[in-house]
Protein backbone atom coordinates (compact mmCIF):
# COMPACT_ATOMS: atom_id res chain seq x y z
CA UNK A 1 0.00 0.00 0.00
CA UNK A 2 1.33 3.51 -0.74
CA UNK A 3 2.08 5.89 1.95
CA UNK A 4 -0.60 8.68 2.20
CA UNK A 5 1.84 11.48 1.87
CA UNK A 6 5.93 12.24 0.67
CA UNK A 7 7.91 15.36 2.26
CA UNK A 8 11.39 16.22 0.93
CA UNK A 9 14.02 17.95 2.36
CA UNK A 10 16.72 18.34 0.16
CA UNK A 11 19.94 20.69 0.81
CA UNK A 12 21.33 21.78 -2.68
CA UNK A 13 24.23 23.79 -4.24
CA UNK A 14 24.42 24.08 -8.04
CA UNK A 15 20.86 22.03 -8.44
CA UNK A 16 21.89 18.86 -8.65
CA UNK A 17 20.12 17.89 -5.32
CA UNK A 18 17.50 19.93 -5.74
CA UNK A 19 16.78 18.63 -9.46
CA UNK A 20 16.67 15.04 -7.77
CA UNK A 21 14.13 16.15 -5.39
CA UNK A 22 12.03 17.49 -7.76
CA UNK A 23 12.29 14.15 -9.73
CA UNK A 24 10.83 12.21 -6.69
CA UNK A 25 8.09 14.83 -6.49
CA UNK A 26 6.97 15.03 -9.63
CA UNK A 27 6.65 10.89 -9.17
CA UNK A 28 4.45 11.17 -5.98
CA UNK A 29 2.23 14.00 -7.77
CA UNK A 30 1.71 11.23 -10.59
CA UNK A 31 0.79 8.55 -8.30
CA UNK A 32 -2.02 10.96 -6.82
CA UNK A 33 0.09 10.92 -3.64
CA UNK A 34 0.45 14.61 -1.68
CA UNK A 35 3.79 16.19 -1.60
CA UNK A 36 5.55 18.57 0.32
CA UNK A 37 8.94 19.69 -0.51
CA UNK A 38 11.44 21.77 1.49
CA UNK A 39 14.81 23.34 0.92
CA UNK A 40 16.69 23.47 4.08
CA UNK A 41 18.28 26.29 4.41
CA UNK A 42 15.48 28.31 4.05
CA UNK A 43 13.49 26.70 7.10
CA UNK A 44 13.65 26.55 10.52
CA UNK A 45 13.90 22.91 11.59
CA UNK A 46 13.12 23.58 15.36
CA UNK A 47 9.93 24.39 14.17
CA UNK A 48 9.15 21.29 11.92
CA UNK A 49 6.19 18.95 13.40
CA UNK A 50 6.61 15.54 13.86
CA UNK A 51 5.35 13.96 10.57
CA UNK A 52 1.69 12.16 10.72
CA UNK A 53 1.42 8.32 10.33
CA UNK A 54 1.71 6.58 7.29
CA UNK A 55 4.18 9.69 6.06
CA UNK A 56 7.41 8.77 3.89
CA UNK A 57 9.90 11.37 4.23
CA UNK A 58 13.09 12.17 2.17
CA UNK A 59 16.29 13.37 2.69
CA UNK A 60 18.36 14.58 -0.30
CA UNK A 61 21.68 16.16 -0.67
CA UNK A 62 25.05 16.49 -1.94
CA UNK A 63 28.22 14.12 -1.27
CA UNK A 64 30.85 16.47 0.54
CA UNK A 65 33.84 14.48 1.89
CA UNK A 66 32.02 11.05 1.57
CA UNK A 67 29.81 12.36 3.94
CA UNK A 68 26.60 14.84 4.25
CA UNK A 69 27.06 17.94 4.40
CA UNK A 70 27.25 19.87 7.87
CA UNK A 71 24.01 21.50 7.58
CA UNK A 72 21.95 18.02 6.11
CA UNK A 73 23.76 16.26 9.35
CA UNK A 74 22.66 18.68 11.65
CA UNK A 75 19.14 18.74 10.54
CA UNK A 76 18.66 15.07 10.53
CA UNK A 77 20.19 14.62 14.34
CA UNK A 78 17.37 17.43 14.94
CA UNK A 79 14.58 16.19 13.05
CA UNK A 80 11.47 15.17 15.20
CA UNK A 81 10.98 11.69 16.20
CA UNK A 82 8.77 9.11 14.07
CA UNK A 83 4.82 8.41 14.53
CA UNK A 84 5.19 5.09 12.52
CA UNK A 85 6.72 6.73 9.37
CA UNK A 86 9.07 5.53 7.06
CA UNK A 87 12.08 7.22 5.22
CA UNK A 88 15.00 7.78 2.70
CA UNK A 89 18.13 9.07 1.78
CA UNK A 90 19.40 10.04 -1.55
CA UNK A 91 22.94 11.77 -1.74
CA UNK A 92 23.77 13.54 -4.67
CA UNK A 93 27.53 12.77 -5.87
CA UNK A 94 30.25 13.31 -8.34
CA UNK A 95 30.01 11.32 -11.19
CA UNK A 96 31.99 12.32 -14.60
CA UNK A 97 32.02 11.62 -18.70
CA UNK A 98 34.96 9.07 -19.85
CA UNK A 99 34.05 8.92 -23.92
CA UNK A 100 30.05 7.56 -23.38
CA UNK A 101 30.64 5.66 -19.66
CA UNK A 102 29.41 7.43 -16.67
CA UNK A 103 31.59 7.01 -13.55
CA UNK A 104 30.37 7.26 -10.52
CA UNK A 105 31.67 8.98 -7.24
CA UNK A 106 31.53 7.42 -3.75
CA UNK A 107 29.34 8.02 -0.91
CA UNK A 108 31.05 7.12 2.26
CA UNK A 109 29.21 6.66 5.86
CA UNK A 110 26.71 9.11 5.25
CA UNK A 111 23.92 6.28 4.23
CA UNK A 112 24.85 4.48 7.29
CA UNK A 113 25.17 7.24 9.63
CA UNK A 114 21.88 8.71 8.77
CA UNK A 115 20.27 5.15 8.77
CA UNK A 116 21.16 4.43 12.14
CA UNK A 117 20.21 8.31 13.63
CA UNK A 118 17.28 7.86 11.70
CA UNK A 119 16.03 4.01 13.19
CA UNK A 120 17.47 5.53 16.76
CA UNK A 121 14.21 8.07 16.01
CA UNK A 122 12.16 5.00 15.21
CA UNK A 123 12.06 5.73 11.17
CA UNK A 124 11.65 2.66 8.51
CA UNK A 125 14.60 2.89 5.84
CA UNK A 126 12.64 2.13 3.22
CA UNK A 127 15.24 3.61 0.72
CA UNK A 128 19.15 4.17 -0.08
CA UNK A 129 19.89 5.52 -3.14
CA UNK A 130 23.20 7.25 -4.38
CA UNK A 131 22.84 9.66 -7.51
CA UNK A 132 25.97 9.89 -9.75
CA UNK A 133 25.14 13.45 -11.13
CA UNK A 134 27.71 15.57 -12.40
CA UNK A 135 30.25 16.61 -10.10
CA UNK A 136 30.61 20.14 -9.65
CA UNK A 137 33.37 20.89 -7.67
CA UNK A 138 35.47 22.42 -9.85
CA UNK A 139 38.13 23.55 -6.89
CA UNK A 140 39.85 20.31 -7.74
CA UNK A 141 38.72 19.42 -11.39
CA UNK A 142 37.84 21.11 -14.71
CA UNK A 143 33.88 21.95 -15.24
CA UNK A 144 31.64 18.69 -16.93
CA UNK A 145 30.75 20.48 -20.22
CA UNK A 146 27.09 20.94 -21.25
CA UNK A 147 27.09 17.88 -23.62
CA UNK A 148 28.56 15.41 -20.87
CA UNK A 149 25.97 17.27 -18.14
CA UNK A 150 23.29 16.43 -20.18
CA UNK A 151 24.23 12.81 -21.12
CA UNK A 152 24.83 12.54 -16.80
CA UNK A 153 21.56 13.43 -16.58
CA UNK A 154 19.86 11.56 -19.52
CA UNK A 155 20.83 8.43 -17.96
CA UNK A 156 20.07 9.35 -14.36
CA UNK A 157 17.25 10.50 -13.82
CA UNK A 158 15.12 7.67 -15.45
CA UNK A 159 16.70 5.79 -12.36
CA UNK A 160 16.07 8.38 -10.00
CA UNK A 161 12.39 7.79 -11.18
CA UNK A 162 12.37 4.38 -10.74
CA UNK A 163 13.42 4.49 -7.49
CA UNK A 164 10.81 6.78 -6.02
CA UNK A 165 7.83 4.78 -7.53
CA UNK A 166 8.96 1.98 -5.99
CA UNK A 167 9.40 3.47 -2.66
CA UNK A 168 6.70 5.56 -2.61
CA UNK A 169 4.51 2.61 -3.09
CA UNK A 170 6.06 0.92 -0.41
CA UNK A 171 8.83 -1.56 -1.33
CA UNK A 172 12.30 -1.26 -0.57
CA UNK A 173 15.68 -0.10 -2.67
CA UNK A 174 18.59 -0.79 -0.64
CA UNK A 175 21.04 0.12 -4.19
CA UNK A 176 23.68 2.67 -1.92
CA UNK A 177 24.12 -1.39 -0.42
CA UNK A 178 26.02 -2.35 -3.25
CA UNK A 179 28.59 -0.43 -2.72
CA UNK A 180 29.12 -1.35 1.13
CA UNK A 181 32.89 -2.59 0.43
CA UNK A 182 34.49 0.55 -0.81
CA UNK A 183 32.24 2.76 1.30
CA UNK A 184 33.91 0.81 4.48
CA UNK A 185 37.43 1.42 3.11
CA UNK A 186 36.73 5.20 2.55
CA UNK A 187 35.30 5.72 5.88
CA UNK A 188 38.26 6.79 7.90
CA UNK A 189 38.84 9.35 4.98
CA UNK A 190 34.84 10.55 5.98
CA UNK A 191 36.06 11.12 9.20
CA UNK A 192 39.21 13.38 8.84
CA UNK A 193 37.28 15.27 6.21
CA UNK A 194 35.14 16.35 8.75
CA UNK A 195 38.16 17.50 11.07
CA UNK A 196 40.38 19.14 8.52
CA UNK A 197 39.24 19.43 4.84
CA UNK A 198 35.76 21.20 5.29
CA UNK A 199 37.83 23.76 6.92
CA UNK A 200 40.50 23.58 4.17
CA UNK A 201 38.54 24.22 1.72
CA UNK A 202 36.46 26.78 2.63
CA UNK A 203 39.77 28.78 3.14
CA UNK A 204 40.59 28.68 -0.68
CA UNK A 205 38.26 31.08 -2.24
CA UNK A 206 38.95 34.55 -3.00
CA UNK A 207 37.03 37.20 -5.28
CA UNK A 208 39.47 38.83 -7.74
CA UNK A 209 39.25 42.58 -8.90
CA UNK A 210 36.71 41.23 -11.49
CA UNK A 211 34.17 41.44 -8.36
CA UNK A 212 32.44 44.39 -8.54
CA UNK A 213 30.99 44.05 -5.28
CA UNK A 214 27.14 43.45 -6.62
CA UNK A 215 26.71 40.59 -3.45
CA UNK A 216 24.79 38.02 -5.36
CA UNK A 217 27.19 35.40 -3.95
CA UNK A 218 26.74 36.67 -0.39
CA UNK A 219 22.79 36.60 -0.70
CA UNK A 220 22.33 33.65 -2.12
CA UNK A 221 24.86 31.61 -0.28
CA UNK A 222 22.99 28.92 1.03
CA UNK A 223 24.30 28.75 5.06
CA UNK A 224 25.42 32.38 4.99
CA UNK A 225 29.06 31.55 4.99
CA UNK A 226 30.24 34.84 2.99
CA UNK A 227 29.91 38.28 4.11
CA UNK A 228 31.93 41.22 3.47
CA UNK A 229 35.45 42.37 5.15
CA UNK A 230 37.88 44.89 4.40
CA UNK A 231 35.12 45.60 1.19
CA UNK A 232 35.86 42.52 -0.12
CA UNK A 233 34.35 39.28 0.05
CA UNK A 234 35.30 36.87 2.99
CA UNK A 235 34.67 33.01 2.71
CA UNK A 236 33.67 32.08 6.78
CA UNK A 237 34.02 28.51 8.56
CA UNK A 238 30.75 28.03 7.87
CA UNK A 239 31.23 27.67 4.00
CA UNK A 240 30.47 24.25 2.87
CA UNK A 241 32.15 23.97 -0.55
CA UNK A 242 28.86 23.26 -2.49
CA UNK A 243 30.47 25.74 -5.07
CA UNK A 244 27.04 27.78 -5.83
CA UNK A 245 29.24 31.24 -5.46
CA UNK A 246 31.52 30.12 -7.79
CA UNK A 247 29.72 28.99 -10.30
CA UNK A 248 26.89 31.47 -10.59
CA UNK A 249 29.14 34.07 -10.16
CA UNK A 250 28.44 36.86 -13.03
CA UNK A 251 31.60 38.42 -13.05
CA UNK A 252 33.52 34.78 -12.66
CA UNK A 253 35.27 36.62 -10.26
CA UNK A 254 35.19 34.04 -7.26
CA UNK A 255 38.32 32.15 -7.86
CA UNK A 256 40.21 28.89 -5.76
CA UNK A 257 43.66 30.17 -4.65
CA UNK A 258 45.30 27.40 -5.74
CA UNK A 259 49.08 28.63 -6.16
CA UNK A 260 48.17 29.80 -2.38
CA UNK A 261 47.75 27.04 -0.54
CA UNK A 262 50.54 24.93 -2.24
CA UNK A 263 53.37 27.86 -1.26
CA UNK A 264 51.24 27.74 2.22
CA UNK A 265 50.93 24.09 2.54
CA UNK A 266 54.70 23.56 1.23
CA UNK A 267 56.47 25.92 3.40
CA UNK A 268 54.50 25.22 6.62
CA UNK A 269 54.79 21.82 5.98
CA UNK A 270 58.09 22.25 6.11
CA UNK A 271 58.50 24.28 8.85
CA UNK A 272 56.48 22.32 11.40
CA UNK A 273 57.94 18.75 9.80
CA UNK A 274 60.97 20.50 11.06
CA UNK A 275 60.47 21.48 14.64
CA UNK A 276 58.27 18.48 15.45
CA UNK A 277 61.37 16.31 14.46
CA UNK A 278 63.34 18.48 16.77
CA UNK A 279 61.45 18.22 19.51
CA UNK A 280 61.28 14.50 18.88
CA UNK A 281 64.53 13.94 19.33
CA UNK A 282 64.76 15.57 22.39
CA UNK A 283 66.09 13.59 25.30
CA UNK A 284 62.74 14.25 27.20
CA UNK A 285 61.38 12.20 24.39
CA UNK A 286 63.68 9.63 24.16
CA UNK A 287 61.41 6.79 25.70
CA UNK A 288 58.38 7.72 23.64
CA UNK A 289 59.18 5.10 21.28
CA UNK A 290 54.88 5.35 19.27
CA UNK A 291 55.91 9.06 19.05
CA UNK A 292 58.21 7.75 16.27
CA UNK A 293 55.98 5.95 14.17
CA UNK A 294 55.96 8.14 10.91
CA UNK A 295 51.94 7.72 10.84
CA UNK A 296 52.07 9.27 14.45
CA UNK A 297 54.02 12.13 12.80
CA UNK A 298 52.73 12.91 10.53
CA UNK A 299 49.02 13.30 12.16
CA UNK A 300 50.94 15.42 14.33
CA UNK A 301 52.28 17.44 11.67
CA UNK A 302 48.78 17.94 10.23
CA UNK A 303 47.60 18.82 13.54
CA UNK A 304 49.72 21.37 13.46
CA UNK A 305 49.68 22.65 10.58
CA UNK A 306 46.25 23.78 11.02
CA UNK A 307 46.47 27.24 12.56
CA UNK A 308 48.78 28.18 10.06
CA UNK A 309 46.01 27.84 7.55
CA UNK A 310 43.49 30.27 9.62
CA UNK A 311 46.47 32.67 9.70
CA UNK A 312 47.46 32.05 6.07
CA UNK A 313 44.33 32.74 4.57
CA UNK A 314 43.64 35.91 7.05
CA UNK A 315 46.73 37.21 5.74
CA UNK A 316 46.09 36.63 2.04
CA UNK A 317 42.56 38.42 2.66
CA UNK A 318 44.95 40.99 3.62
CA UNK A 319 47.50 41.03 0.85
CA UNK A 320 44.85 41.07 -1.79
CA UNK A 321 44.71 44.93 -1.68
CA UNK A 322 48.14 45.02 -2.92
CA UNK A 323 47.94 44.64 -7.29
CA UNK A 324 50.74 42.27 -7.22
CA UNK A 325 49.83 39.78 -4.89
CA UNK A 326 46.25 39.93 -5.89
CA UNK A 327 47.35 38.91 -9.65
CA UNK A 328 49.51 36.71 -8.27
CA UNK A 329 47.16 34.40 -6.65
CA UNK A 330 44.38 35.39 -9.52
CA UNK A 331 46.83 34.26 -11.79
CA UNK A 332 48.27 30.99 -10.02
CA UNK A 333 44.53 29.40 -10.11
CA UNK A 334 43.32 27.44 -11.95
CA UNK A 335 39.98 28.16 -12.32
CA UNK A 336 41.34 31.89 -13.46
CA UNK A 337 41.27 29.87 -17.29
CA UNK A 338 39.00 29.36 -19.62
CA UNK A 339 39.29 25.87 -20.55
CA UNK A 340 38.50 24.99 -16.71
CA UNK A 341 35.24 26.34 -17.17
CA UNK A 342 32.06 26.75 -15.00
CA UNK A 343 29.74 23.99 -13.65
CA UNK A 344 25.73 24.66 -14.42
CA UNK A 345 22.87 22.26 -14.01
CA UNK A 346 20.20 21.56 -16.56
CA UNK A 347 17.27 23.32 -15.51
CA UNK A 348 14.70 20.35 -14.56
CA UNK A 349 12.17 22.62 -12.64
CA UNK A 350 8.89 21.16 -12.64
CA UNK A 351 6.27 23.82 -13.30
CA UNK A 352 3.82 22.55 -11.49
CA UNK A 353 6.09 22.49 -8.08
CA UNK A 354 5.48 25.03 -5.54
CA UNK A 355 9.29 25.90 -4.08
CA UNK A 356 8.97 26.28 -0.03
Known amino acids: MKFEKVIIYYFSGTGNAENTALWVSDEAKKIGVEVEIFNIAKINNQKIPRPAKNTLIGFISPTHGFHFPTIMRKFIKKFPKSNNCSAFIMNTRAGIRIWNKTIGGLSGVLHYWSSIILIRKDYKIVGLLPVDLPSNWI ?19 PKVRQFAKEIINNKRNYKALFDIIQDIIISPISILYILFGKYFFAKSFIASSDCDMCGLCEKTCPVQAIKQVDSRMFWTYKCESCMKCMNNCPQKAIETAHGFIIVLWFFTSF ?4 VISRLLNYPNF ?18 AIFPF ?3 GYRLMHWLMRFKIFERFFVLTSLTKYKFWGRYKSPNKRIKTHSNN
Not at 139 to 157: D, F, N, Q
Open 309 to 311: LFI
Open 271 to 274: FVGY
Open 286 to 303: ENWQWLQNETIKTLIVSL
Open 139 to 157: SLHPAIKKIGTELIYKRVE
